[in-house]
């Protein structure tokens, strides 16, 4: 199994970009789908986007939909999320999760293994 670590966030001004990244460093993310979700102050979490790591396939959030990019990364066996046009309503703690098999869902429940979080501000 993989315990997803998040890494990358901080503070950035609207409009700016910024990439946050997933890694574990004992266990490879093949055959695995990795998700982003983040949670703002005092809302739910909410899915960002995921990625089939074995085909690369990605799916996106409307509200994340052409300002945000993920990929994998296979030398650090890294899930990175490029952010860019940043808004202040971007602001969250952002979380990696990971699910074992194909099915490239954002559906929040079918993730088993989660970070710890990594926190996003974005300044107006």
């Known amino acids: 199994q993989v315990q997803p670590v998040e890494s990358g966030g901080g503070l950035v001004q609207t409009g700016g970009s910024l990439r946050i990244s997933c890694a574990d460093s004992?266990?490879?993310?093949?055959?695995?789908?990795v998700g982003w979700f983040r949670q703002a102050p005092g809302k739910e979490r909410d899915s960002v986007a995921a990625?089939?790591?074995?085909?690369?396939?990605?799916r996106y959030a409307d509200s994340v939909q052409g300002r945000f990019a993920i990929s994998r990364d296979n030398a650090r066996n890294a899930v990175h999320l490029e952010m860019a046009s940043l808004k202040p309503e971007d602001t969250a703690v952002y979380y990696c999760?990971?699910?074992?098999?194909?099915?490239?869902?954002?559906?929040?429940?079918?993730?088993?293994?989660w970070g710890q979080g990594t926190q996003v501000i974005v300044s107006s």
């Open positions: 004992e266990s490879r993310f093949s055959d695995y789908v």
């Open positions: 990625i089939r790591w074995n085909t690369g396939d990605a």
């Open positions: 999760a990971a699910r074992v098999g194909s099915v490239l869902t954002r559906n929040e429940e079918m993730y088993s293994y």
